[in-house]
Every structure is written in structure tokens, then in C-alpha cells.
């Protein structure tokens, strides 16, 4: 489209062959048939073999994309940019098309041949055996799921070298935009948009919980006055005293009122300074760990607080979240859409949330960590009303 609005006499021509769909039947019936916009996405989808979508998170991207593995019936190449979300995307593919038709390819395995393949976008990537890309050749359709949460750099050699060969190319995600300057590159591997839901649309709809979210104003007896960013981060927000001991608050409040709290963080060390604050009282979801398991237990109620790393902090299904706590340090719009708004907003039928509370931290005295909040504050107005509370 740029071209042919900077050249008039240009024209597009599509030559790619597009082979006939062929339904592949289910092992198991989902547990629910598809929203009333998930089944617009598919079609949608359907109809243009080179196109993206963007729904906001928890809309339901995951049955989008096994019920167009589906519709299509053609061997598929799944990509997820963590080995988290592929693990978890693969866990519900086995379930729904059986383990003899569900491979995975990277995290340690190299299951390619079979019919629907779930891969992590890295391993992809670095493919450059020459049987091994042979291999590849079998597939007929490329998804990619949270397509933005993909580096440029691997997006790139996985659509356009490894999966370069595929006729259907889907890509889905709650937000396509990115951090890296890359935005024109990513519009011509992800093609035009033809479906859009928002965080907004969908909870005046009643599919996503309503979020309100509390400030708490903190000070930081931290010496620290460089202009480093990421120092500034460590000695003023992430190992503030301040924010621990009101986080440590917050989680005995939770523990006394049975409020599951999801808290997320960024470094490991945190997480100790929690442990020795509160004790052990909650799970640890961080990259080396089951988070699958973890996730599962949350949801069934067995856990009431998991404090989990970026490992959780994008596309894992927290549904009877009723309490986000953000301790970590970004100003990425992306991340904090993912990461906390993108957590607290699921709706759990079998707790009845239909809300959520997202806590996060102003240092007062640190500028720069003042313009940080401020970014993630007009985020946090974009889905519900902000309030602030001092912390003595």
C-alpha cells in the first residue's frame, strides 16, 4: 500500500498459490464455542491470507488461533515468542487435537513433522540446517501469536526465511506496537489489520473485568543522584524500603481477606527481599520454573499469591486475579499493557471477579522515576479511574 501511494501507476499482484482448506476434526470439543468477535477475527482472518488482528489481552487470542488451525486443516507453524506461551498454547493444542497431531519445536524439543507445530520464535529463527529447513517446507500456515512481543530481528528470519514458504500468514496480538524504531518493517511482514477490539470495547461489552488502579507515593532514602536509568531503577524503586514494606501490607491484607494478588517484579533479588519480609506464603513463577503448574494452581485456588518475573508477565492466563501489584521499573507502553493491565483483566467465572485493582509506586523525590509513573499513569486512565494514597 505505501508503494502504490508513492508510485499511482504501481500495481500489486498476488502470485502465491493458496492450497484448498481442509477441516482437521477435533479430539476434544472446546469448552466454549468462540465470542461473537472471536468468530468475526476468524473470518476475517480467513479472507485475507496476509493480515494481523488486535485484540486486547484476555479477548481470547489462543482459540483464535487453534480454531484457524482448524478451519484451515493444513499443517501449521504456531509462533510464540517464549517458551511460557509456547508451552502453555502447546498444553491446550495436545488437549484439543490430540498428542499424535501436536509437536513443539524449541524449549528443548524439535518435534517438526507434526501436523500442527507450536514453536518458540527464537528457535525458529536460528534455524539453518539445511534438512532441517526442508523439513519446514511441509507447513502451509504461519501464525504468530503476541507477533510484537517478537524482536525485530527474529520475526523477521522466521516469517521471511524459515516460514518464508507459506502461503497463509496470520499474526495476532493485543498490541502491535513496538519499542524498536521497526514499525514499517513490522506493517510489511504482518500485513493490513482487519479486526480490532480494545481493552475499552470489551469491558463495556462485560467480556473483561473493570481495573481501577492506586498509586502509592513513596520517598527513597537512596544516595544514589546519577542520570543512569537503570541504576536509578535498582536504588530507588526496585530495593526500595519504602515499596517493600507496603508491599508487604498489601500481601498480608490479601492473605487475611483471600484476595488473589498476582505480584510482578523484575529481578530476582526482589523476590528475596519479599521472601524474608512475609515469609513463604506464595509461589514463584520466574523462567526457571513450572509456570504452567503455577498458573494452574492459581486458577483452581490452591494458590492464593504468585510473584512471578516477565516469564508471567505476558500472555500467561491469570483469571481470578483480584489484586496486581507492579513493581516493575518500565515505561513501555507495550509492557505495561501486557504486564499488569494485561493480568488483571480477565474475567473468572468460577471466583465471579468482574474486577480487578492494579497497585504501582511514585518515588517522589527521583524525577526520572516520577516521568516513568506518570507514562504508566495515563496508560492506567485509558482503562479505569487512577487514585493515590501517601505511604509514611
Not at 198 to 226: C, H, P, W
Request: charged fraction near 25%; charge should be neutral.
Amino acid at each position: 500500500n505505501r508503494l502504490e501511494n508513492l508510485f499511482p501507476a504501481a500495481r500489486f499482484v498476488d502470485n502465491v498459490e493458496y492450497p484448498e482448506f481442509k477441516l482437521i476434526p477435533w479430539q476434544k470439543m472446546p469448552d466454549k464455542e468462540p465470542r461473537y468477535y472471536q468468530a468475526e477475527a476468524i473470518e476475517k482472518l480467513l479472507d485475507n491470507p496476509l493480515s494481523h488482528i488486535e485484540f486486547a489481552t484476555g479477548a481470547g487470542k489462543s482459540l483464535i488461533i487453534l480454531h484457524l488451525v482448524k478451519k484451515t486443516g493444513l499443517p501449521s507453524v504456531v509462533v510464540t515468542p517464549s517458551a511460557s506461551i509456547g508451552r502453555q498454547l502447546y498444553n491446550e493444542a495436545i488437549e484439543l487435537f490430540g498428542k499424535k497431531n501436536v509437536g513443539l519445536f524449541g524449549d528443548g524439543k524439535k518435534e517438526i513433522g507434526k501436523k500442527i507445530l507450536i514453536s518458540i520464535a527464537k528457535s525458529v529463527a536460528m534455524v539453518e540446517e539445511p534438512e532441517i529447513l526442508e523439513q519446514f517446507k511441509m507447513y502451509k500456515v504461519c501464525i504468530t501469536d503476541e507477533s510484537h512481543q517478537v524482536p525485530s530481528e527474529l520475526l523477521s528470519k522466521s516469517a521471511l526465511n524459515t516460514l518464508a514458504h507459506c502461503p497463509y500468514r496470520w499474526f495476532v496480538s493485543a498490541t502491535q506496537e513496538r519499542n524498536d524504531g521497526r514499525d514499517i518493517m513490522l506493517e510489511g511482514i504482518i500485513g493490513p489489520k482487519v479486526h480490532e477490539k480494545t481493552i475499552n470495547d470489551l469491558q463495556n461489552e462485560g467480556f473483561l473485568a473493570r481495573i481501577e488502579t492506586m498509586v502509592v507515593n513513596v520517598t527513597s532514602k537512596d544516595k544514589y543522584s546519577g542520570s543512569n536509568t537503570l541504576k536509578n531503577n535498582q536504588h530507588h524503586f526496585l530495593y526500595n524500603k519504602n515499596i517493600l514494606s507496603a508491599i508487604t501490607m498489601f500481601i498480608q491484607e490479601a492473605i487475611s481477606s483471600q484476595i488473589p494478588t498476582l505480584i510482578l517484579i523484575d529481578e530476582k533479588d526482589q523476590e528475596l527481599a519479599i521472601r524474608n519480609a512475609v515469609g513463604n506464603v506464595y509461589e514463584f513463577a520466574h523462567g526457571g520454573s513450572d509456570t504452567t503448574a503455577i498458573v494452574d494452581r492459581f486458577n483452581s485456588g490452591e494458590t492464593l499469591i504468585v510473584v512471578g518475573t516477565s516469564a508471567v508477565s505476558v500472555g500467561t492466563d491469570f483469571r481470578p486475579v483480584r489484586l496486581t501489584i507492579n513493581w516493575m521499573a518500565n515505561r513501555s507502553s507495550v509492557k505495561v499493557k501486557q504486564g499488569a493491565i494485561g493480568r488483571s483483566t480477565r474475567i473468572c467465572t468460577r471466583t465471579g471477579k468482574k474486577d480487578c485493582k492494579i497497585i504501582d509506586f511514585c518515588v517522589e523525590n527521583v524525577d526520572i522515576l516520577k516521568r516513568h509513573v506518570n507514562d504508566r499513569i495515563k496508560l492506567y486512565k485509558e482503562v479505569g479511574p487512577v487514585s493515590f494514597m501517601d505511604w509514611e
